[in-house]
């Protein structure tokens, strides 16, 4: 008894003893077991490299999108009167030539040829536009009507090409296209619209065209319709009799009359060439530059069928910013420059006399027929230009501060108004 107590107590018990002992390792197992652990790390690594290289442009494309490069075009300089040294040479005596040169019937084709030619190499930076309406008829079935006119390509912003056009041919339309030198026909979108000008800038997605049709894109030069003298020889081309890819030659009737609008006063350039009252397009100089936008809508009732063009140098600053996508402001206003002649005969203060368009935002901040607008935004201004200038840089929504002089009872009196600006539709 004493002795199975003390086993108790010492914790030995004979009826149980196992020792364990480790299960040998197996070497090929274990080879195998990590060459496949191995293979997947290698798949994995293989399917994420790709699945980043493919999924990660699109994902910064998304996130990131490229953006267009800004289009800018230079303001033209203004013609100069001759002065100093040129009206020196002026002055001298005319120099007579003796030498007579025979002109002959050959003489008048080859230049006619050189004119086709250069007008020919301009077309390639015009275009078809093509614009389509669906109607739905008494019997409820979908009819498309389609009408076209010209467009002239002004710029290339790195990821689209950008179109000048007249925006009575798309502002209705429910699908709008652009035909390229080539053939081939992209659709296009409205890129910005000016309702003053009546112009409208297309865009058209530089992805979208092949290889071959970007060979055949021109962009079109702008030029400086400041120059143009009276007489001056001009090329209309584009759709000016309403049949597409038309040229006519012919003559600049004048170049100082102006059509006041909205906002802004434009100047107007005539010609001696027959139009349609539908016609569009452009007009172009000796070198093959842009000098004219054709819009048979400022033609006067006088005037016949001849075509009419906004000079393009006083529309650089509107084609601009169309072409980046702005959108026009519209204050309602249509004003005459009070020249220091003007302001010194009749005592009125410079600046711009004004006519307020009916329910015009001007209309509603208070501004009445007959004020004179002499400061926007505390900087003074002196003629329609200068507000012109300074509205390009505003927005729809944007709020202008003007300075009026009013004629009172004695004298003029300043009055402040806040202009809420507009949009024209």
Not at 70 to 78: G, I, L, S
Not at 178 to 187: A, K, L, P, Y
Not at 319 to 345: C, F, H, Q, W
Request: proline letters at 3%; aromatic letters at 6%.
């Amino acid at each position: 008894m004493e002795e199975e107590n003390k086993r108790e107590h010492s914790g030995e018990f004979s009826f149980l003893r196992e020792k364990i002992k480790e299960k040998p390792l197996d070497k090929k197992k274990l080879l195998y077991t990590a060459g496949g652990i191995a293979a997947m790390a290698v798949l994995f690594g293989v399917v994420a490299a790709y699945t980043f290289a493919y999924f990660q442009p699109r994902a910064q494309e998304k996130l990131n999108p490229a953006q267009p490069d800004q289009v800018t075009f230079p303001e033209d300089e203004e013609e100069m009167a001759a002065s100093g040294e040129e009206a020196h040479e002026e002055e001298q005596e005319p120099v007579v030539i003796q030498e007579k040169v025979g002109l002959e019937l050959s003489d008048y084709e080859a230049l006619f040829n050189k004119m086709s030619v250069l007008a020919s190499e301009c077309s390639r930076s015009l275009v078809v536009v093509t614009s389509a309406v669906s109607e739905e008829d008494w019997f409820n079935t979908m009819l498309e009507s389609q009408s076209q006119g010209s467009g002239a390509v002004i710029a290339d912003n790195s990821l689209e090409y950008l179109i000048l056009t007249e925006r009575k041919l798309v502002a209705d339309a429910d699908r709008i296209s652009v035909t390229f030198r080539d053939g081939s026909i992209h659709e296009a979108r409205i890129k910005s619209y000016d309702g003053n000008t009546g112009l409208a800038v297309l865009s058209v997605e530089k992805s979208d065209l092949s290889e071959n049709t970007k060979k055949t894109v021109s962009i079109a030069v702008l030029g400086n319709s400041n120059m143009l003298q009276n007489g001056a020889p001009i090329i209309a081309a584009g759709s000016p009799m309403e049949y597409g890819n038309e040229t006519a030659f012919g003559n600049i009737t004048s170049q100082g009359n102006y059509v006041h609008t909205n906002d802004a006063n434009y100047k107007i350039l005539t010609t001696d060439i027959i139009g349609n009252r539908n016609g569009s397009g452009v007009l172009l100089n000796m070198k093959g530059e842009i000098v004219g936008i054709i819009s048979q809508d400022r033609s006067s009732e006088n005037n016949g069928n001849t075509i009419v063009a906004f000079a393009v140098s006083d529309l650089k600053g509107v084609i601009e910013k169309l072409s980046n996508g702005g959108e026009m402001a519209y204050m309602g206003i249509r004003g005459v420059d009070v020249t220091p002649t003007i302001a010194e005969s009749s005592g009125m203060p410079r600046g711009v006399y004004v006519e307020v368009t009916m329910d015009s935002p001007a209309m509603l901040a208070g501004i009445q027929n007959g004020d004179i607008i002499t400061a926007v935004n505390n900087e003074p201004v002196e003629n329609m230009k200068a507000i012109q200038n300074i509205m390009l840089d505003f927005e729809p929504e944007q709020a202008l501060n003007l300075t009026v002089m009013r004629q009172g009872k004695d004298e003029y009196v300043e009055l402040k108004y806040v202009v809420t600006l507009g949009k024209l539709k």
